[in-house]
């Protein structure tokens, strides 16, 4: 049976609309496709027509669900395209311990950061049910915020076992929800304890591991971490052609701490995204602009950190690298769940505009995960993955901070959640 939904009287439906599935470089970013008091119509799940409200009123009077955006605007849901959202315990403590000094590499050399987690983590999934359940609650959290597609990785397993049951985790995930959900083998996230002085066995591992994940159709990436402390290129490039081989698609993370060669990897392998990038050489921004390589910005990582070192957004958007936003959600480096937080931060530290960040944290997150042509913009024919804003234009989203803005979200056509406590049937006209 059809359902219409129709959403009316937006004072800014921000469509980010016309980049055909691609990413948007350059001036394009500031471009939103913004119809003022604009509607939306929706069938059966995907967006049928768009226009003047007006219009598109009196074309689908007959609508089922009708809802009044007056003074509000319209959004493509936001998707975070870069998560670590399973994991066990949280860290707290080495929060404190960077408010005294000591540095993330610091902290992870004398055995705590990722290897504190992947203890807990692996002590969680004894009972991967509690995991799943958290995981869970991370998620709708997530979809409050705005967020209606994530991408999630392991990496805090470190061994088959583990990491196995990690992507069992996020398979479970996919089915327990409204928000989509892209997973991502990242077995060469760090070097678990037990291979300290084995590297080259641990890289054999990684190896191996690709073939389960391939067999079990259980990942649609594989991420390398190429960092100092972590892998260097050669050994991301050994791990990333092979996952190539299996029929993984890639990504990296890159540039975190230093740059150690992982954005040429990552170019020369056809990675989908670079992550990271707060070091990265002209060099480095001309190869990722060249492959149209989308560079995907973390802002919170530096901010969480207290680094105060950013990616440097206006020089890869002025070299035409196509850049996206996200989280990082994890609990060592970033624990937040807000992509609202992100485009704050992208506007107050990377000094992107509010159009350049929306367009990065929908759009162009959206073709970090390949799905560009099915989300991320609010254009006929695609999934209707939309939110409303309880702001009167869009350059308010950034220029708010710390409080939730969003009043409805609507995922694949249906009313998920409400500020107003609405159901489907609430808002029948």
């Known amino acids: 049976m059809t359902s219409t939904l129709l959403i009316r009287n937006a004072s800014e439906l921000v469509t980010v609309r016309g980049a055909g599935g691609s990413p948007r470089t350059g001036t394009e970013m500031d471009d939103l496709g913004i119809i003022k008091n604009g509607a939306a119509a929706i069938e059966d799940g995907r967006i049928v027509a768009l226009g003047q409200s007006d219009e598109i009123a009196a074309r689908f009077s007959w609508a089922d669900t009708v809802i009044d955006a007056t003074n509000k605007v319209v959004?493509?849901?936001?998707?975070?395209?870069?998560?670590?959202?399973?994991?066990?315990?949280?860290?707290?403590?080495?929060?404190?311990?960077?408010?005294?000094?000591?540095?993330?590499?610091?902290i992870l050399n004398s055995g705590g950061g990722i290897l504190s987690t992947v203890d807990r983590t692996r002590q969680a999934l004894v009972c991967p049910e509690a995991l799943?359940?958290?995981?869970?609650?991370?998620?709708?959290?997530?979809?409050?915020?705005?967020?209606?597609?994530?991408?999630i990785k392991t990496g805090y397993g470190l061994s088959q076992e583990s990491e196995l049951g990690m992507l069992k985790v996020i398979a479970r995930l996919k089915d327990s929800g409204p928000v989509d959900i892209v997973s991502t083998f990242l077995g060469a996230h760090a070097l678990p304890g037990e291979y300290r002085d084995r590297r080259d066995d641990y890289v054999r591992l990684v190896l191996g591991m690709l073939e389960t994940v391939k067999t079990g159709s259980l990942a649609e990436y594989c991420d390398v971490f190429v960092e100092q402390g972590a892998f260097d290129a050669s050994e991301a490039r050994t791990i990333l052609a092979k996952a190539r081989?299996?029929?993984?698609?890639?990504?990296?993370?890159?540039?975190?701490?230093?740059?150690?060669?992982?954005?040429?990897?990552?170019?020369?392998?056809?990675?989908?995204?670079?992550?990271?990038?707060?070091?990265?050489?002209?060099?480095?921004?001309?190869?990722?602009?060249?492959?149209?390589?989308?560079?995907?910005?973390?802002?919170?990582?530096?901010?969480?950190?207290?680094t105060d070192r950013y990616a440097p957004a206006r020089k890869l958007i002025a070299?035409?690298?196509?850049?996206?936003?996200?989280?990082?959600?994890?609990?060592?480096?970033?624990?937040?769940?807000?992509?609202?937080?992100?485009?704050?931060?992208?506007?107050?530290?990377?000094?992107?505009?509010?159009?350049?960040?929306?367009?990065?944290?929908?759009?162009?997150?959206a073709c970090a995960l390949d799905r560009g042509n099915e989300v991320g913009s609010i254009e006929v024919g695609k999934k209707a993955d939309i939110i409303i804003m309880d702001i009167p234009n869009h350059r308010q989203l950034p220029y708010w901070f710390g409080i939730n803005l969003v009043d409805t979200v609507v995922k694949k056509g249906v009313i998920v959640r409400s500020t107003n406590g609405y159901t489907d049937e609430a808002l029948l006209t």
């Open 245 to 306: 081989e299996h029929g993984l698609k890639l990504k990296l993370h890159a540039g975190e701490f230093s740059d150690i060669g992982g954005v040429e990897v990552g170019v020369e392998l056809g990675a989908t995204s670079i992550d990271h990038l707060e070091h990265i050489s002209d060099r480095g921004m001309a190869l990722m602009a060249d492959k149209r390589t989308v560079g995907v910005l973390l802002p919170g990582v530096p901010f969480h950190l207290m």
């Open 132 to 151: 799943l359940e958290r995981a869970h609650g991370f998620l709708g959290t997530m979809l409050a915020f705005g967020t209606t597609t994530v991408e």
């Open 75 to 106: 959004l493509p849901g936001f998707v975070d395209c870069h998560t670590h959202l399973v994991f066990g315990g949280s860290r707290e403590d080495e929060f404190v311990q960077k408010i005294q000094g000591r540095s993330y590499l610091e």
């Open 319 to 365: 070299a035409g690298v196509p850049i996206a936003l996200a989280t990082d959600f994890n609990p060592g480096s970033c624990p937040t769940l807000s992509m609202q937080s992100i485009i704050a931060l992208a506007c107050r530290q990377l000094k992107m505009t509010p159009a350049e960040a929306i367009s990065a944290a929908t759009i162009n997150a």
